[in-house]
């Protein structure tokens, strides 16, 4: 079964940036070329409210933005590292939540990793 494990959440003032990182992973077994296959997203889920898809990017390389997010984060996929990336400029307070990887097809989720923009 894979395996997804974020990275690169932390404190940030409002304007800044930041760089997370899922990898998937799967125990002893490579996984190899089947990471190319795999359509990924990044959601977050600020307190209070619920989770919601930020970015996804197909197996083909195809993004997908929410309104909320166009313009600011980008999505990225490298299949050589078995990882996904999500390039966030421009960060807002409301930005701030936790972040989650998915493998779409399958609704596997990482553990999360907290942003937090301060004002």
């Known amino acids: 079964q894979v ?3 974020e990275s690169g959440g932390g ?3 409002a304007g800044g940036s930041l760089r997370l990182s899922c990898v998937a992973s799967s125990g002893s077994v490579d996984i190899g070329g089947a990471f190319s296959t795999y359509g990924m997203g990044w959601y ?14 197909t197996s083909a390389g195809s993004p997908y ?3 909320t997010v166009k313009g600011r984060f980008t999505i990225s996929k490298d ?6 990336y999500l390039q966030m400029n421009s960060l807002k307070p409301e930005d701030t939540a936790v972040y989650y990887c998915s493998r ?10 907290q942003v937090t923009v301060s004002s």
């Open 11 to 13: 404190l940030v003032q």
């Open 104 to 113: 779409m097809s399958t609704g596997t989720w990482g553990p999360g990793t």
């Open 79 to 84: 299949n050589a590292k078995n990882t996904v």
């Open 65 to 67: 933005y929410a309104d």
């Open 44 to 57: 977050r889920q600020a307190p209070g409210k619920q989770r919601v898809l930020v970015a996804s990017i």
């Open 3 to 5: 395996q997804l494990v």
